[in-house]
């Protein structure tokens, strides 16, 4: 992999006008670090994907091993109505301490008397974690006296949490002005470089794989990325609304009706700037959203009412399979099936596999979004693909060319 989340990587060349977490020392310093354990819990409350948790220990690690101490600070879930027993960090303790093998303390506030308390009483390579910061409201509204108690926590702030930097939140943004010492974390600065990397230095030819199930949460991402790529294979649901905007027949396949127009437009624009456009060939059908459906394989502008495209089938699979192994970049967002059920895993699994055969082959991978990251979990690709990121919604505003708050607010 080029990176991970386990290797410590040199970005003061990427981030050259602020301060970098790779040089910088941390020796009696109190690190504020603005992390994501946003994680799933079970029903008694135990995490169920460390994922997030394991993404920020280098840069935990890297500041106890300087010698200096660590307040972490995080949301968990959409509690509405403040403090929710629910949604509380302390659930996340246990699962952090197992990683750092060490204690961490927790205070049962994210500002005032108690929270301050805990951060004051810190001795050198402590750890401590705040209550979820979203039991206040002042968090999401990016509230300015919110921030500032949170910046006395703390003599430097740091961001690691990409999956939040899209958002202009008190301890994503906000914050940072109040603190005279700020930059990323190992995890962001990742993020941001390999991002960076799609958008201004990637390699030709370069491949961008877009699924999922809507035109619509995709659209800006498409039309950004169509000045830089030289292949464009749209799969997921969202397949059949170009292909029906192009007079096919999709039977009861996932469409949107809306956009029929503006598929036509992306697909024009794509024409004229001379990116390949691939839509599958032929499709996987269903006659019910089950794994026990009866299924049919036949062509995707074919498919007979009462019937439903559910994945990509053997001819699509084929073309895919020589576009990606002649790219030298690949960006992945969007599953090609509903590979959640067995039935219809195949297109994303061997897509999954033809992205870490190029890989190996020197191309440049990138997959992000919540779905393509879980698929390639579940079929073992994680660690054989380029780079894994850990944002959604941030990935995606990244990649549409859209400034992010909580990026410019350590970069500004």
Same mark, same amino acid.
């Given at each position: 992999?080029?990176f /991970?989340?386990?290797?410590?990587? &040199?970005?003061?060349?990427?981030?050259? =006008?602020?301060?970098?977490? !790779?040089?910088?020392d941390?020796?009696?310093?109190?690190?504020?670090?603005?992390?994501?354990?946003?994680?799933?819990?079970?029903?008694?409350?135990?995490?169920?994907?460390?994922?997030?948790?394991?993404?920020?220990?280098?840069?935990?690690?890297?500041?106890?091993?300087?010698?200096?101490? %660590?307040?972490?600070?995080?949301?968990?879930?959409?509690?509405?109505?403040?403090?929710?027993?629910?949604?509380?960090?302390?659930?996340?303790?246990?699962?952090?301490?197992g990683?750092?093998?060490?204690?961490?303390?927790?205070?049962?506030?994210?500002?005032g008397?108690?929270?301050?308390?805990?951060?004051?009483?810190?001795?050198?390579?402590?750890?401590?974690?705040?209550? &979820?910061? *979203?039991?206040?409201?002042?968090?999401? +509204? @990016?509230?300015?006296?919110?921030?500032?108690?949170?910046?006395?926590?703390?003599?430097?702030?740091?961001?690691?949490?990409?999956g =939040?930097?899209?958002r #202009?939140?008190?301890?994503?943004?906000? %914050? #940072?002005?109040?603190?005279?010492? +700020?930059?990323?974390?190992?995890?962001?600065?990742?993020?941001?470089?390999?991002?960076?990397?799609?958008? *201004?230095?990637?390699?030709s030819?370069?491949?961008?794989?877009?699924?999922?199930?809507?035109?619509? /949460?995709?659209?800006?991402?498409?039309?950004?990325?169509?000045?830089?790529? !030289?292949n464009?294979?749209?799969?997921?649901?969202?397949?059949?609304?170009?292909?029906?905007?192009?007079?096919?027949?999709?039977? &009861?396949?996932?469409?949107?009706?809306d956009?029929?127009?503006?598929?036509?437009?992306?697909l024009?624009?794509?024409a #004229?700037?001379? %990116? =390949?456009?691939?839509?599958?060939?032929?499709?996987?059908?269903?006659?019910?959203? /089950?794994?026990e459906?009866?299924?049919?394989?036949?062509d995707?502008n074919?498919?007979?009412? @009462?019937?439903?495209?559910?994945? %990509?089938?053997?001819? #699509?699979i084929?073309?895919?399979?020589?576009?990606?192994?002649?790219?030298?970049?690949?960006?992945?967002?969007?599953?090609?099936?509903?590979?959640?059920?067995?039935?219809?895993a195949? @297109?994303?699994?061997?897509?999954?596999?033809?992205?870490v055969d190029?890989?190996?082959?020197?191309?440049?991978?990138?997959?992000?979004?919540?779905?393509?990251?879980?698929?390639?979990?579940?079929?073992?690709?994680?660690?054989n693909v380029?780079?894994?990121?850990?944002?959604?919604?941030?990935?995606?505003?990244f990649?549409?060319?859209? =400034?992010?708050?909580?990026?410019?607010?350590?970069? /500004?």
């Open positions: 992999m080029l /991970s989340f386990g290797v410590k990587v &040199n970005f003061a060349a990427q981030i050259s =006008t602020m301060t970098s977490i !790779d040089t910088f941390f020796k009696g310093k109190k690190a504020l670090i603005r992390v994501d354990f946003n994680v799933p819990l079970n029903d008694s409350f135990e995490v169920t994907d460390d994922t997030r948790i394991v993404a920020a220990l280098p840069t935990i690690k890297k500041v106890i091993q300087d010698g200096g101490s %660590v307040v972490l600070m995080s949301h968990l879930g959409r509690p509405k109505n403040g403090p929710e027993a629910a949604f509380s960090l302390r659930h996340v303790v246990s699962c952090l301490e990683h750092l093998n060490q204690t961490v303390s927790f205070a049962d506030d994210c500002i008397p108690k929270a301050e308390s805990a951060a004051e009483q810190l001795s050198t390579g402590g750890v401590l974690l705040l209550e &979820n910061l *979203r039991f206040y409201k002042k968090e999401t +509204k @990016g509230d300015e006296g919110f921030a500032q108690q949170l910046s006395k926590l703390g003599d430097v702030y740091v961001n690691d949490a990409f =939040t930097a899209h #202009a939140h008190a301890s994503t943004t906000v %914050v #940072a002005q109040f603190m005279e010492t +700020k930059m990323f974390g190992f995890l962001l600065a990742a993020e941001v470089a390999n991002g960076n990397k799609l958008l *201004r230095d990637a390699e030819p370069f491949t961008a794989i877009i699924g999922g199930a809507k035109v619509s /949460s995709k659209i800006e991402v498409i039309t950004n990325m169509l000045d830089r790529i !030289d464009l294979i749209i799969g997921g649901g969202m397949a059949y609304t170009f292909i029906k905007a192009q007079g096919g027949e999709i039977g &009861n396949s996932l469409v949107e009706l956009y029929l127009d503006t598929a036509r437009e992306i024009n624009q794509a #004229a700037k001379n %990116v =390949t456009v691939y839509l599958p060939e032929d499709s996987v059908v269903a006659d019910a959203f /089950s794994n459906a009866s299924t049919n394989v036949v995707s074919a498919i007979s009412e @009462g019937w439903m495209g559910l994945d %990509v089938g053997p001819k #699509a084929e073309t895919y399979t020589a576009v990606i192994g002649s790219s030298k970049t690949i960006l992945w967002n969007g599953p090609l099936g509903v590979f959640e059920m067995s039935a219809f195949t @297109g994303t699994k061997s897509l999954g596999q033809m992205i190029a890989t190996n082959n020197g191309a440049y991978s990138l997959v992000g979004g919540g779905d393509s990251v879980a698929a390639v979990k579940q079929f073992g690709y994680a660690d380029s780079y894994v990121s850990t944002g959604g919604g941030a990935l995606l505003e990649l549409e060319g859209k =400034t992010l708050p909580g990026v410019a607010a350590i970069e /500004s």
